[in-house]
């Protein structure tokens, strides 16, 4: 069964950091394009960051460009997020998805990451 | 505001059909296929249409979508209670070099 859990979010002051982890199991990872979505509260799916199977390609978007960081260790069957710098408005629920496009696309449960003083 | 258009919000009664269509452009829309996601409350988005046009499997036949030009549309037919969720279509922008989604739409189920 294909599963998809991510970890680490929670409560951080503006201006920090946090690390966000997705665990993958159930599947070939390396096999797999990654990405991260987020979700503010009482909104629509924002994406913010994709990964290629090997780790040589990474797009952002604009909003998390150069405070973000998405890397992913297909050896521990595991994809991460660096968020830096969080702002007020990166508060949102945060998924790993697998293959946004085709018929691969999979998403995890999420985590929640609240940036608030 | 979503790279991506999609109405706010639609509606129907059991049984009826309805239509939610996804606007975009020649960057995404108009040159790569479209997915459709369906979100229930309190859960993560289910992919629910992929490559446009195609259900994967477990989706019921009464899914299906299309696309023509730079527009993507997802059809509810034989609409049923559990129907009631969140709606997204997605789709890779060339000229942004990432994946960008619609607004979402809310489906009622009246």
């Known amino acids: 069964e294909v599963q998809l859990v991510e970890s680490g979010g929670g409560l951080v002051q503006p201006g920090g950091s946090l690390r966000l982890s997705c665990g993958a199991s159930g599947f070939t990872l390396s096999s797999y394009n990654m990405n991260w979505v987020r979700q503010a509260p009482g909104k629509g799916l924002e994406w913010i960051s994709y990964i290629s199977g090997g780790g040589y390609s990474m797009y952002y978007a604009d909003s998390v460009k150069g405070r973000f960081t998405i890397s992913r260790d297909n050896a521990k069957n595991s994809l991460y997020l660096q968020m830096n710098s969080l702002r007020a408005e990166d508060t949102a629920v945060y998924y790993c998805?697998?293959?946004?496009?085709?018929?691969?696309?999979?998403w995890g449960q999420g985590t929640l990451v609240t940036v608030s003083s | 505001q979503s790279v991506l258009t999609q109405p706010p919000s639609a509606s129907g009664t059991p049984g009826q059909r309805v239509t939610i269509s996804c606007s975009g452009s020649s960057a995404n829309i108009g040159s790569n296929p479209v997915n459709w996601y369906q979100q229930l409350p309190g859960t993560a988005p289910k992919l629910l249409i992929y490559s446009s046009n195609q259900r994967p499997s477990g989706v019921p036949d009464r899914f299906s979508g299309s696309t023509s030009g730079t527009s993507a549309s997802l059809a509810i037919s034989g609409l049923q209670s559990e129907d009631e969720a969140d709606y997204y279509c997605v789709a890779w922008d060339d000229r942004l070099n990432g994946w960008v989604f619609g607004g979402g739409t809310k489906l009622t189920v009246l």
């Open positions: 998805a697998r293959e946004l496009g085709g018929r691969g696309g999979y």
